[in-house]
């Protein structure tokens, strides 16, 4: 599979309503995208960005970063869940995902920000991502959940 086109991606975007009725939307990570997304890994907290990034880091890698903008490149897709916060569209979750079609399974990775975990986004974002996978043909979805993430 190619990459999408940037001028395509709004296509892909999905409004979703949370359990307390809050519109959230979810669309793909488009490369304007790149210094919020380095605010929200910035503002998890220490747990949560140990439990999603595997490690210690304060903020995504500049190499990471860029996997992460370029949609579609080696089976690579990163979504976004977006919510409108005192005016501003903010950053409540993510997902970072990749296609294997010879396996037809999809693996994922996915974060909430600490201050709305329990609202039902990542709920959202699994739903979202279950269409996604079907879409691209995948029989299987993966991801790991580390024993110390009770969220």
């Known amino acids: ?5 940037l001028k395509d991606l709004p296509q892909y975007t999905d409004i979703v309503r949370l359990r307390d009725g809050a519109s959230l939307t979810v669309r793909f990570v488009q490369p304007g995208d790149t210094e919020a997304l380095q605010n929200y890994f910035r503002g998890l907290t ?7 990034l595997l ?21 690579g897709f990163s979504a976004i869940a977006t919510m409108k916060l005192d005016g501003v569209e903010t950053i409540v979750g993510e997902v ?26 990542g709920a959202a974002l699994m739903s979202n991502l279950e ?4 879409a691209l043909g995948a029989d299987r979805i993966i ?3 580390l024993r110390s993430t009770t969220p």
Request: charged share 25%; net charge positive; with cysteine.
């Open 1 to 5: 599979m190619t990459a999408l086109l």
């Open 46 to 52: 220490a747990r949560s960005r140990y439990n999603r």
């Open 55 to 75: 490690g210690a880091a304060s903020e995504l890698p500049q190499s990471v970063m860029s996997q992460f903008v370029r949609i579609g490149e080696g089976e």
């Open 96 to 121: 970072r995902y990749a296609f294997d079609a010879a396996l037809s399974r999809l693996e994922f990775g996915i974060s909430i920000t600490d201050r709305w975990q329990g609202a039902g986004i």
């Open 131 to 134: 269409c996604r996978a079907a």
């Open 143 to 145: 991801g790991d959940t």
